[in-house]
Structures are given as structure tokens and as C-alpha cells.
T-cell receptor
Framework: DAGVTQSPTHLIKTRGQHVTLRCSPI?????VSWYQQVLGQGPQFIFQ???????GRGNFPDRFSARQFPNYSSELNVNALLLGDSALYLC???????????????FGPGTRLLVL | AQSVTQLDSQVPVFEEAPVELRCNYS??????LFWYVQYPNQGLQLLLK??????LVKGINGFEAEFNKSQTSFHLRKPSVHISDTAEYFC???????????????FGQGTILTVHP
């Protein structure tokens, strides 16, 4: 079975540009979460979506936005990129039952974004 | 708000030796606890999780962890490590109190385990 897939794997952008990252969850999973992992740190929660609705948002500026599509895939958008946005962006999926609290989140390999 | 502290940023150990990776958490509500492993250039893989019941949890690859509520700890152990266990390990919590909580994971800073031959 296919796991969580993310595209692209690597991306280089310059300051001020916009970027879109994509995620396809495991088949049957209805919840998608996004995390940012800066080098040398643990992942930080950005968003969680369930059934196309935003369920939660972490402490990130409005430059970060996301959406979930009817097929449960998701996009993370970042506007006006800053050098500090350079990180590994991880997508995780889960079934979404019981608001996802007890569930295992299955992570994709991530998209490594470098902002110059 | 929750926080997770992994007390060791790096742990070097020789092959076949035992290892313990320490994790403490802080939360005003009850939590679920997780350990994930990240191999170089890969995403995170779940090792084990504590939801309820027995405080000793067994996971994949011979790892186990013990939940200690009084000490707010969830240390990860393995009795005999292999070269292939070299990776970064993350402790994480998600809260379950209240109708508004959801499966948001709060991670520690990570512990790099290096197994030497």
C-alpha cells in the first residue's frame, strides 16, 4: 500500500516568492496535518484539516495557508517567503476518528524548502 | 499548553549495549504519548505510543517505553542496540481533554542516537 506522498521533494526559492507544497494521504485517511521541521529541531505543528475543514492551526503567521480537497489531498501555501521559512515540511495523515487524538499519524518523506 | 523536553541532544553508544533516551513533558491536561524515529532524509515513523492501561509499552524494533505520571516522563529504552538504530528520535504528546482538542502533536527537540561498532 502507498504511504503518504509529498511533492516536490526539494525546492529552492528566493525571498518574497510564493510556494505550494502538495500531499496525498494514505487511502482511507481523511485527516491531514502539516508540520515544519527546522534543521536541528523537532517538527512544529502548522495546520490540521479534516473533511476539508480546518480543525486546528499552530502559531504561524497568515503567510501560511492550506486547504484540503474532496479527495483528501492537501496543499500548503506560503507567501512572501523569508529566509527563516527554510525547513523540511512534513505532511501526516490519519483516519481522523475521535478528532484524531488517539490515532497514529503517518508521515510522508517531506519537502525540503530552501529560501535564498 | 504542552511542552516536551528531551534531556539529551546526542547519545553515543556501542553496538549491543543498552540505551535509554529520556523524555519529560509538561501539560495541564491528560496526554497521549508517542515516540517517533527519523532516519536520514526520511519522514517520521512511529515506534510506540501510550494511550492508557499498562504503563510499559512495547514497540517495533525491540524498543519499549515506560509512562511515569508522577514524574511526567516517558523514557525510551532498548536492551541491545544495533548499528541500524542510528537515527534521530522524537518524543511527542497530544492532549485529549475537552471537546476542542484534536490530534495535534507537540514534539521535543530530538535525540540523535549514534551506535558505534
Amino acid at each position: 500500500d502507498a504511504g503518504v506522498t509529498q511533492s516536490p521533494t526539494h525546492l529552492i526559492k528566493t525571498r518574497g516568492q510564493h510556494v505550494t507544497l502538495r500531499c496525498s494521504p494514505i487511502s482511507g485517511h481523511k485527516s491531514v496535518s502539516w508540520y515544519q521541521q527546522v534543521l536541528g529541531q523537532g517538527p512544529q505543528f502548522i495546520f490540521q484539516y479534516y473533511e476539508k475543514e480546518e480543525r486546528g492551526r499552530g502559531n504561524f503567521p497568515d503567510r501560511f495557508s492550506a486547504r484540503q480537497f474532496p479527495n483528501y489531498s492537501s496543499e500548503l501555501n506560503v507567501n512572501a517567503l523569508l529566509l527563516g521559512d527554510s525547513a523540511l515540511y512534513l505532511c501526516a495523515s490519519s483516519l481522523g476518528l475521535d478528532r484524531g487524538r488517539r490515532e497514529t499519524q503517518y508521515f510522508g518523506p517531506g519537502t525540503r524548502l530552501l529560501v535564498l | 499548553a504542552q511542552s516536551v523536553t528531551q534531556l539529551d541532544s546526542q547519545v553515543p553508544v556501542f553496538e549491543e549495549a543498552p540505551v535509554e533516551l529520556r523524555c519529560n513533558y509538561s501539560s495541564s491536561v491528560s496526554v497521549y504519548l508517542f515516540w517517533y524515529v527519523q532516519y536520514p532524509n526520511q519522514g517520521l515513523q512511529l515506534l510506540l505510543k501510550y494511550l492508557s492501561g499498562s504503563t510499559l509499552v512495547k514497540g517495533i524494533n525491540g524498543f519499549e517505553a515506560e509512562f511515569n505520571k508522577s514524574q511526567t516522563s516517558f523514557h525510551l529504552r532498548k536492551p541491545s542496540v544495533h548499528i541500524s538504530d542510528t537515527a534521530e528520535y522524537f518524543c511527542a504528546v497530544s492532549d485529549y481533554a475537552g471537546g476542542t482538542s484534536y490530534g495535534k502533536l507537540t514534539f521535543g527537540q530530538g535525540t540523535i542516537l549514534t551506535v558505534h561498532p
